[in-house]
């Protein structure tokens, strides 16, 4: 296992989770990452992608802009997803990947990309 993803769980509209990604192997600035979801019967979404290519850079879908916050932690090894304002939309598993640092997220290939396990958000009405 090289991703560990965490901090699932059920909460109600309106709260707030934090899922942590542990890079197991190497530093967590040694790769580009990426946090998608998948709800039941829906496609695979690209939530957000962080980046330290050129000056670094943080991108985030629509969905969520300004509501999902993604930092780094370099003592712990791991990204988090700071979750705030949830609804019952952002209810999915929640999966987080890597890819090499020289990759910039324009060029975040799922296929080769390192996948961690999944944690599951369900947000209640």
């Known amino acids: 296992v090289q991703l560990q993803a965490s901090g699932g769980g059920l909460v109600q509209t309106g709260g707030s989770l934090r899922l942590s990604c542990e890079v197991l192997k190497f530093n967590v600035d040694d790769y580009t990452i990426a946090w998608f979801r998948q709800a039941p019967g829906k496609k695979r979404e690209r939530v957000s992608c962080d980046t330290l290519v050129g000056d670094g850079s943080t991108d985030y879908a629509d969905s969520v802009k300004g509501r999902f916050t993604l930092s780094r932690d370099r003592a712990k090894h791991t990204m988090y997803l700071q979750m705030t304002r949830l609804k019952p939309d952002d209810t999915a598993i929640y999966y987080c990947?890597?890819?090499?640092?020289?990759?910039?997220?324009?060029?975040?290939?799922?296929?080769?990309?390192?996948w961690g396990r999944g944690t599951q958000v369900t947000v209640s009405s």
């Open positions: 990947a890597e890819v090499p640092r020289y990759y910039h997220c324009s060029g975040f290939s799922t296929d080769r990309a390192t």
